[in-house]
T-cell receptor, first 114, second 115 residues
């Protein structure tokens, strides 16, 4: 079984400032890792994912996350945020064997301050 | 367009009145799942299905039923809704390892209020 911890429930950031949203996971097996984003009044969309290979993965809108196996972390970063990044961000983990469920963290609400 | 659809998007009902939320995907995915989202709790899995006629309980199955008679459809049934089932519900589907990962594709959500 896996678990995910997102320690920050809310993160306020000034526009154009950098941001890091923290995610730590626990698993006894190898994992796939995901970040999903939920814009206000919408469903969840995949932002980026780590499956294998390079530990640094990037999204098309400037976010990146780095898989750190020794620290069991998958923190999400962006060097300069925009108003349009206001959303709730969910980290999720699954095992790599079979069609396993996603286990989600409790989410981090990112608020951009103009 | 590849998508997961849910209906209805919004529903207000009363305690004890049976309801069904439909979910359909057009991506030929084998794996489908229902989640509920509550403030401060993130998404919790209710039920999932690995293929037609194969369903299993997730983390919070009490008070819910599902069926998977066809690959594309995975309805969520509340036989006797109660106020603690007021929540935002998401259906999701995944190609599973056949698609290279367990990435899940989500529907737009159904906001349910039980009075």
């Amino acid at each position: 079984a896996q678990s995910v911890t997102q320690l920050d429930s809310q993160v306020p950031v000034f526009e154009e400032a950098p941001v890091e949203l923290r995610c730590n996971y626990s698993s006894s097996v190898s994992v796939y890792l995901f970040w999903y984003v939920q814009y206000p009044n919408q469903g969840l969309q995949l932002l980026l994912k780590y499956l294998s290979g390079s530990t640094l993965v990037e999204s098309i809108n400037g976010f990146e996350a780095e898989f750190n196996k020794s620290q069991t972390s998958f923190h999400l970063r962006k060097p300069s945020v925009h108003i349009s990044d206001t959303a709730e961000y969910f980290c999720a983990v699954s095992g790599t064997f079979g069609n396993e469920k996603l286990t989600f963290g409790t989410g981090t609400r990112l608020t951009i301050i103009p | 367009e590849a998508q997961v659809t849910q209906n209805p998007r919004y529903l207000i009902t009363v305690t004890g009145k049976k309801l069904t939320v439909t979910c359909s995907q057009n991506m030929n995915h084998e794996y489908m799942s229902w989640y509920r989202q509550d403030p401060g709790l993130g998404l919790r899995q209710i039920y999932y299905s690995m293929n037609v006629e194969v369903t299993d309980k997730g983390d919070v199955p009490e008070g819910y039923k599902v069926s998977r008679k066809e690959k594309r459809n995975f309805p969520l049934i509340l036989e006797s809704p109660s106020p603690n089932q007021t929540s935002l519900y998401f259906c999701a589907s995944s190609p599973g390892l056949a698609g290279g990962s367990n990435e899940q594709f989500f529907g737009p959500g159904t906001r349910l209020t039980v009075l």
